[in-house]
C-alpha cells in the first residue's frame, strides 16, 4: 500500500512559480503500520515536475544540505 506525501514549499517562495524544490516528511507509522521502526524519510521534488524524480533522504542528511546552504 503506497502512502500520499503531502508536499509543501518555503513560504519564501513567490506565487509566481520560478525554480522551487517541494518538500515532504514522511508520517511515523502507528504502532498498527508494519513499518514500524523504520527511519523516517525526507522526500524533495521539483515543484514544476511533481511527478517527476524523488529525492530521498533521512532527516540527518537533509538538515545538512540545508545547513550548508545556509
Given at each position: 500500500?503506497?502512502?500520499a506525501?503531502?508536499?509543501?514549499k518555503?513560504?519564501?517562495?513567490?506565487?509566481?512559480?520560478?525554480?522551487?524544490?517541494?518538500?515532504?516528511?514522511?508520517?511515523?507509522?502507528?504502532?498498527?503500520?508494519?513499518?514500524?521502526?523504520?527511519?523516517?524519510?525526507?522526500?524533495?521534488?521539483?515543484?514544476?515536475?511533481?511527478?517527476?524524480?524523488?529525492?530521498?533522504?533521512?532527516?540527518?542528511?537533509?538538515?545538512?544540505?540545508?545547513?550548508?546552504?545556509?
Open positions: 500500500m503506497s502512502t506525501l503531502l508536499w509543501f518555503s513560504s519564501y517562495s513567490g506565487s509566481e512559480g520560478g525554480a522551487c524544490l517541494e518538500v515532504a516528511h514522511e508520517r511515523r507509522a502507528s504502532g498498527h503500520s508494519d513499518r514500524r521502526g523504520a527511519e523516517p524519510t525526507v522526500h524533495i521534488r521539483d515543484s514544476k515536475t511533481p511527478t517527476g524524480p524523488v529525492l530521498t533522504l533521512t532527516p540527518t542528511a537533509w538538515a545538512a544540505f540545508v545547513d550548508h546552504l545556509a
